[in-house]
C-alpha cells in the first residue's frame, strides 16, 4: 500500500518544528510497511491534486505567508477540489489562518484564504503563548468505517501542542472545531474552541510537532488517506507507542500544572 502527501510551501511555512508532522506520518506508516510518496509543492509549481491523499502545510510568520498567498490562491480551487473529492488535510497556524476566508495582519494587510475553512482571522494586540491541551471527543465523528478501530477506541481523543499566534480565529456555521480547550488560549484567546474541521481537511494552532505527541491522531490522519485511495475498511497494525505516550503525558503534566492562560 503506499499513500502520497503533499507538503505545501516545505521552506516558508514551517514553524516550530512543523515538519516533524509530516516525519511523524512517514514513520508511522513505513513502519506498517506503508510507501509515503512526499510531493514538496512550492511557489510557482503547477500541481494537479487529484493524486493527493493528505494536504499538509505548516505556519510561518507573517511575512511568509504575505509571499505565499498569492500562489496558494491560484492553487486554491484544485486543492479545494481535492478536499471536497475527501482528500485529507492538516493545515497549522498560518496556513490554518489561509485556509480560511482571509487573514488581516496588525498592520490592517489583508491575505485572501482559499475559503476552505468557513473561518477568517484577524490578528490581535498580543501574542497567545503557550502549551494547550484540548479534548476532540466532542466533535471527532467515527465516520468513514474507522469507529472499529483500536487505535481509536483505545485513545481519549486528547491532544497537546503548543500555540504562539497573534491571530484570532472566528469559525462560522459550516464547520466543528477540531476541540474543546482544556488548558490554553484556542482559536480566539478565550479558552473555549481550537482549531477546526471541514470533512477531511483540518486546521489547528497547535505547533510541536502535533503529530508526534498524539499518535492516535496521526493515525486517524492515515486512515482517512488510506480510505481516500483504497476504499472503506482498511485497517492498522497496531504499534508500541510507550515513547510516544510518555511524550503525550509529560506535555499533559506540564500544561494541567501550569496558570491557565485564556484573556
Given at each position: 500500500m503506499k499513500i502520497s502527501l503533499y507538503h505545501l510551501y516545505p521552506e516558508a511555512m514551517n514553524l516550530y518544528g512543523d515538519y516533524g508532522n509530516?516525519?511523524?506520518?512517514?514513520?508511522?506508516?513505513?513502519?506498517?510497511?506503508?510507501?509515503?510518496?512526499?510531493?514538496?509543492?512550492?511557489?510557482g509549481d503547477d500541481v494537479d491534486f487529484s493524486?493527493?491523499?493528505?494536504?499538509?502545510?505548516?505556519?510561518?510568520?507573517?511575512?511568509?505567508?504575505?509571499?505565499?498567498?498569492?500562489?496558494?490562491?491560484?492553487?486554491?480551487?484544485?486543492?479545494?477540489?481535492?478536499?471536497?473529492?475527501?482528500?485529507c488535510a492538516l493545515t497549522i497556524c498560518g496556513a490554518y489562518q489561509l485556509f480560511g476566508y482571509?487573514?488581516?495582519?496588525?498592520?490592517?494587510?489583508?491575505?485572501?484564504?482559499?475559503g476552505i475553512f468557513d473561518a477568517y482571522t484577524v490578528a490581535g494586540d498580543r501574542r497567545l503563548?503557550?502549551?494547550?491541551?484540548?479534548?476532540?471527543?466532542?466533535?471527532?465523528?467515527?465516520?468513514?468505517?474507522?469507529?472499529?478501530?483500536?487505535?481509536?477506541?483505545?485513545?481519549?481523543?486528547?491532544?497537546v501542542g503548543f500555540e504562539n499566534h497573534s491571530g484570532k480565529t472566528y469559525l462560522g456555521k459550516e464547520v466543528f472545531p477540531l476541540g474543546r480547550v482544556v488548558r490554553g488560549y484556542g482559536n480566539d484567546g478565550l479558552g473555549r474552541w481550537e482549531g477546526c474541521r471541514y470533512l477531511n481537511a483540518f486546521g489547528t494552532y497547535l505547533h510541536g510537532p502535533l503529530l508526534s505527541k498524539n499518535p492516535w491522531f496521526t493515525d486517524y490522519l492515515i486512515l482517512l488517506a488510506l480510505n481516500h485511495r483504497y476504499g472503506k475498511g482498511i485497517?492498522?497494525?497496531?504499534?508500541?507507542?510507550?515513547?510516544?505516550?510518555?511524550?503525550?503525558?509529560?506535555?499533559?503534566?506540564?500544561?494541567?500544572?501550569?496558570?491557565?492562560?485564556?484573556?
Open positions: 509530516v516525519l511523524s506520518i512517514i514513520k508511522r506508516c513505513n513502519w506498517r510497511g506503508i510507501n509515503v510518496e512526499v510531493v514538496n509543492v512550492r511557489k493524486s493527493a491523499d493528505i494536504i499538509f502545510m505548516g505556519g510561518g510568520q507573517d511575512r511568509s505567508q504575505q509571499v505565499i498567498a498569492e500562489d496558494l490562491l491560484a492553487k486554491g480551487q484544485r486543492i479545494k477540489d481535492a478536499i471536497e473529492g475527501g482528500t482571509y487573514f488581516k495582519t496588525k498592520d490592517g494587510i489583508e491575505l485572501p484564504g482559499i503563548i503557550g502549551n494547550v491541551l484540548i479534548d476532540c471527543s466532542e466533535f471527532m465523528p467515527r465516520a468513514n468505517g474507522l469507529q472499529q478501530s483500536k487505535l481509536l477506541v483505545k485513545s481519549n481523543l486528547e491532544l485497517s492498522l497494525a497496531e504499534l508500541d507507542d510507550s515513547i510516544e505516550q510518555s511524550a503525550f503525558n509529560s506535555a499533559k503534566k506540564r500544561i494541567e500544572t501550569a496558570k491557565t492562560t485564556h484573556l
